[in-house]
């Protein structure tokens, strides 16, 4: 079948983790490789670059199987986290719009596809369901040559399947009587408080300020510092959890409203060594301090919504009761900028010096 010679050929490239959002073309491929791999369900396809960076940076092989739809969704995550920081990352697509498409809406992004990714300079091969030693090599290729790529998988190739049944598990009630909470510090103050709880471990801080603010106050080789790509800090963080060690993400109310998927993707996950620090400042501080959708809304409550361990914290000390407990803090704080230099660290020295570090 073509589906396990595929399979055969991606983990001969020596792939060890698929991440996947379901396209109902290639649905039987994607049930066979949740029974043969390393599987991480993704719920939008940008939050896949991220999780892929922080697995690769950790010692692991990722590929992203994905409908040609979600190429457009992460364009500019691909070039400014994937490509920025010279990681590999191989994408499996499964190619819609050509070949017969019978969706209208599928055709004007599937057809131009193959163009879009000559723009990006990201090489590609068609998969035909016959070149599979082709497929290992241009995938292996790939990894070792830490750059990114894509394999157009063919529509015609693959038997019709059924959907799947299943019941859906009950909802389980949630708490309601969360903690008011009054903002007292600004981001800056919230990080040097709780400095010495950063010490030594990952940390994954938030593009701009936020990077050259924990730059300033405890820079260490553990720190991998984004200098792009908004919304992924929690996704690096969560693919870094694979490495067993203790995360701590540096998130901000304007990155996660941009992809609140991530908060799901955690804690469907559930990893017990991440903690999210969520500065919620109401604003976008790298840019001004324009107002985020923040100052109405509880992120606290989102982050429970998904599932994940909560707590709310204002001070330095009371998020040092927490941060070895919860998998997400709520952090309300003042909007403002600490003056800072500019990190001197290039994109690809930041992950030399990172992935140095966290791998020993």
Not at 135 to 151: H, M, R
Not at 265 to 283: K, M, Q, V
Not at 298 to 309: F, N, P, R, T
Request: net charge positive.
């Amino acid at each position: 079948m073509n589906e396990e010679k595929l399979l055969d050929a991606i983990e001969n490239a020596g792939t060890d983790t698929i991440l996947n959002l379901p396209c109902g073309k290639i649905q039987n491929l994607i049930d066979k490789a949740k029974q043969r791999m390393e599987y991480i369900d993704l719920y939008r396809e940008e939050e896949g670059i991220g999780i892929s960076a922080g697995l690769t940076m950790a010692g692991h092989k990722p590929a992203m199987l994905i409908q040609s739809s979600g190429i457009g969704n992460c364009v500019n995550a691909i070039l400014s986290l994937t490509e920025c920081y010279n990681l590999p990352l191989p994408l499996i697509i499964s190619w819609r719009g050509v070949y017969g498409e019978k969706i209208e809406a599928q055709k004007p992004l599937g057809q131009k596809l193959p163009r879009l990714l000559k723009a990006m300079d990201i090489p590609y091969k068609v998969y035909n369901g016959k070149n599979n030693q082709e497929i290992t090599n241009f995938i292996k290729q790939t990894y070792t040559e830490n750059k990114i790529s894509a394999t157009l998988l063919r529509p015609d190739i693959w038997s019709e399947t059924e959907d799947h049944q299943f019941n859906r598990p009950d909802i389980k009630p949630r708490q309601t009587n969360y903690k008011k909470a009054t903002a007292k510090h600004t981001r800056s103050e919230i990080i040097e408080g709780i400095k010495e709880q950063l010490k030594g471990k990952i940390v994954v801080s938030n593009i701009g300020i936020p990077s050259r603010e924990l730059y300033s106050i405890q820079d260490q080789p553990t720190n991998f510092y984004m200098l792009g790509s908004l919304g992924l800090a929690t996704p690096i963080g969560l693919g870094l959890t694979k490495t067993e060690k203790q995360v701590v993400v540096i998130d901000g109310d304007g990155s996660i409203l941009m992809n609140p998927t991530s908060l799901f993707t955690t804690a469907n996950i559930d990893p017990e060594n991440i903690t999210i620090l969520a500065i919620d400042n109401a604003s976008y501080g790298s840019t001004g301090c324009q107002q985020t959708a923040a100052k109405k809304s509880d992120l606290q409550q989102l982050a429970d919504s998904a599932g994940l361990k909560t707590a709310r914290a204002t001070t330095p000390d009371e998020i040092k009761q927490h941060i070895k407990q919860k998998q997400y803090i709520h952090i309300p704080t003042q909007p403002g900028n600490k003056q800072t230099p500019i990190i001197p660290y290039t994109a690809q020295e930041i992950k030399k010096r990172f992935t140095k570090n966290i791998q020993k």
